[in-house]
């Protein structure tokens, strides 16, 4: 995946307990490394046939030569490990505590995009030392308020042997249906699905084994409801939401906002971006992120 990373990025390696992940961070040229002990920003995608580290690198090289950036991808996705095994989110709750602890000495600014951002928060809830503060893109545990934000495959066909294998592969293993899966579900325009974003999703999602952990998410198995944990966060965070974010929409971001409003410094509205708003306007997100950080530097 290296290809889809700006260049002067290389691969960090970090053994976890279920399996090695991949991070990726400036190892040199163009990019002019910061001093010594800089603040880690670590970025985290989102779930979802594809998804990587990728899912970060239109925003992550303003912050290259101010921060210590780290963009891993999760396991059983990207370059990472892909165990095979029946995912659960206890599974990432320790393999990041493990990621940070391993990369990070100091307290991290973590960046994460919906599901991710919702195991972000209940990680940083358990260990509150390892952060200092979060930035979170339409965060959702997926059954918010008791109630399930969309099931990806039917009910049906989730303890069917093989049948819901054959429909990742249907549905996430060739250029067409990626694509598809981008414009109609991700994207508020379509139009703004680059060639490169579809080919970085695809390699992805072709991984040996990649269907295990995309189908933890597919069928559900790793949601829960946010808003009994978003009322215990105490580190100090900032929630963007794209006004088109299919799924979960921004009415329920406000609801979830509203859960902690001493935790809760700053929500804002994206017009004209779905889920993704660090693909599709990336030039936005870099200037409320830079924004965030100042102010998480003053206080």
């Known amino acids: 995946m290296l290809q889809f990373h700006p260049l002067g990025m290389g691969q960090q390696v970090v053994e976890t307990s279920l399996g090695a992940m991949v991070g990726y961070t400036p190892v040199g040229a163009p990019w002019t490394l910061p001093p010594a002990t800089p603040q880690p920003l670590l970025f985290l995608h989102n779930f979802g046939g594809g998804a990587s580290a990728y899912e970060w690198s239109?925003?992550?090289?303003?912050f290259l030569d101010t921060y210590r950036v780290l963009a891993p991808d999760l396991l059983g996705w990207g370059q990472s490990d892909h165990p095979v095994r029946d995912y659960r989110v206890e599974d990432y709750l320790t393999t990041l505590a493990e990621f940070i602890e391993q990369t990070c000495p100091q307290p991290v600014i973590a960046i994460a995009s919906s599901l991710t951002g919702a195991i972000v928060v209940r990680l940083a809830i358990q260990r509150p030392e390892l952060f200092k503060a979060l930035f979170l893109?339409?965060?959702?545990?997926?059954?918010?308020?008791?109630?399930?934000?969309?099931?990806?495959l039917p009910l049906q066909l989730i303890g069917t042997p093989l049948l819901d294998q054959f429909i990742y592969s249907l549905g996430a293993m060739n250029e067409v249906s990626v694509r598809n899966f981008l414009e109609r579900f991700l994207f508020a325009d379509a139009d703004r699905v680059s060639a490169e974003m579809v080919q970085a999703y695809l390699e992805s999602a072709t991984q040996p084994n990649a269907q295990y952990a995309a189908l933890a998410f597919l069928r559900g198995d790793l949601?829960?409801?946010?808003?009994?944990?978003?009322?215990?966060?105490?580190?100090?965070?900032?929630i963007a939401w794209g006004e088109q974010a299919q799924f979960t929409d921004v009415a329920l971001g406000q609801r979830l906002a509203k859960l902690?409003?001493?935790?809760?410094?700053l929500f804002v509205q994206m017009a004209q971006a779905g889920v993704l708003p660090q693909l599709e306007q990336p030039a936005w997100l870099i200037g409320v992120l830079k924004t965030f950080l100042q102010e998480v530097s003053v206080n």
């Open 137 to 152: 893109t339409c965060p959702s545990g997926f059954a918010d308020f008791g109630q399930d934000a969309g099931r990806r």
């Open 223 to 238: 949601y829960f409801d946010l808003a009994y944990y978003l009322p215990q966060l105490q580190v100090p965070t900032a």
């Open 260 to 265: 902690n409003p001493q935790t809760v410094k």
């Open 58 to 62: 239109k925003v992550y090289p303003a």
